[in-house]
């Protein structure tokens, strides 16, 4: 069997509302509680368990999520509408403004729990050449 990532937990103030801004900004769906994680599968089959740990902690943590335009815009689109604090660098040095590196679109913001989530459109170093 070859080696694929399959799931991760995301510790989250209130487990639901970090679920649901996710899958709403990037168009998924929250699954059916398990225990006490809540559930986004991305498309290519990795589970995000959203889970509020026993003691409250939510240490920062970074996500980034390669995305196709369509989907950058839409998302784009809703985190302009709803005036969420965003960013073209990690730096937070250009606030309101997403960057075009590698030849695509990227944007840096903060989850509910002020997890440092980013969007890319174009991985980084740009996609691989054929050879």
Do not use: C
Request: no cysteine; hydrophobic share 35%; glycine share 10%.
């Amino acid at each position: 069997m070859s080696v694929q990532f399959n799931h991760t937990i995301i510790a989250s103030k209130d487990a639901r509302e970090s679920a649901e801004f996710f899958a709403e900004l990037l168009g998924l769906e929250v699954g059916a509680p398990w225990g006490p994680f809540t559930p986004v599968v991305l498309d290519n089959g990795v589970t995000l368990d959203f889970a509020t740990p026993p003691d409250g902690a939510t240490p920062l943590q970074h996500y980034a999520f390669l995305v196709s335009e369509d989907v950058f815009d839409a998302a784009y689109r809703k985190i302009s509408e709803r005036g969420l604090e965003h960013w073209a660098d990690p730096h937070q040095q250009h606030p309101g403004e997403y960057n075009t590196n590698d030849g695509g679109k990227g944007v840096y913001f903060l989850d509910p729990s002020g997890h440092a989530m980013e969007i890319l459109t174009v991985p980084y170093g740009g996609w691989p050449t054929q050879k």
